[in-house]
């Protein structure tokens, strides 16, 4: 098979696609031949316009993950733009706001609304295209965790439960889903740096940094190979696993 084009013809909804690592995945597949869905609660109309710019086709919609009705409408304007869905990669999530904390002190409030985003909001999404995937007996989900699910990490149990949930979640649906031929698959980014992520402190930036292999700074290009392989038929025969992406910090 050619590495060109891997993804000709297919609509590939991207979630939290306006900015950051997600931007990264929608203009990475954009240019590997996808009709491009980017949903975000802000406006994804420069991610759009760069895909468009391009030669490629893309439209923006405005989501919350957290609410059914507005992923129903997302599914929706991706069928009625491009007639399918091929593949959903469930980047959106609540980090940003997430500030370091020992755990006796999470305030409850922020541990329900960052469970709503990240793991409901994965199981929302997966139900808003299941419906179209299912019809065409085909699809590939690719669900973004991160390494401290694997490994751990002080100061942020919410985000870690949160992230951890949702190693266990993509194992659950990929049982449940590859009987109508979908696929479902993690990634585990190592510490990406962002706009998102640029201000955390930096002994906890270096920790990162310094437990690689390779010694250097990731940055979302370095993601986007790994969820175009999953999204592609490359991966056909692959579901249910976990691809860490953190330059050689975990190791299995």
């Known amino acids: 098979m050619s590495t060109q084009n891997l993804l000709e013809q297919k609509t590939i909804v991207v979630t939290g696609g306006a900015t950051g690592i997600g931007q990264a995945f929608a203009l990475g597949c954009a240019a590997q031949g996808a009709n491009l869905v980017v949903a975000d609660m802000n406006s994804a109309d420069e991610t759009v316009a760069a895909i ?18 507005s992923l129903n409408a997302m599914a929706d304007a991706a069928l009625k733009a491009f007639g399918r869905i091929d593949g959903l990669v469930n980047n959106a999530a609540y980090f940003r706001e997430v ?4 755990f006796e002190e999470i305030d ?3 541990w329900e609304r960052i469970f709503q985003v990240n793991v409901q909001g994965v199981w929302q999404c997966c139900k808003a295209v299941m419906p179209a995937m299912r019809a065409q007996n085909s699809g590939s989900i690719v669900n973004i965790s991160s390494v401290v699910a694997v490994a751990g990490q002080p100061g ?6 949160t992230k951890g949930a949702v190693l266990s979640m993509t194992k659950g649906l990929a049982k ?23 201000n955390r402190p930096v002994e906890w930036q270096q ?3 310094k437990a690689r292999a390779i010694s250097r700074e990731q940055r979302p290009a370095d993601l986007v190979g790994t969820a175009m392989y999953l999204l592609s038929d490359l991966s056909a025969f692959v579901s249910g696993q976990t691809v860490v992406v953190d330059g050689g910090h975990i190791m299995y």
């Open 207 to 209: 920790s990162f940094l």
């Open 108 to 110: 409850p409030e922020i």
């Open 52 to 69: 468009q710019q391009a030669g490629g086709k893309a439209i923006g919609v405005k989501v919350d993950v957290s609410n059914q009705e």
């Open 176 to 198: 449940e889903c590859g009987s109508v031929g979908v696929r479902v698959n993690v990634i585990a980014p190592g510490f990406v740096i962002t706009d998102a992520t640029k």
């Open 156 to 161: 942020y149990l919410h985000y870690v439960a």
């Open 99 to 102: 500030k370091l904390t020992p």
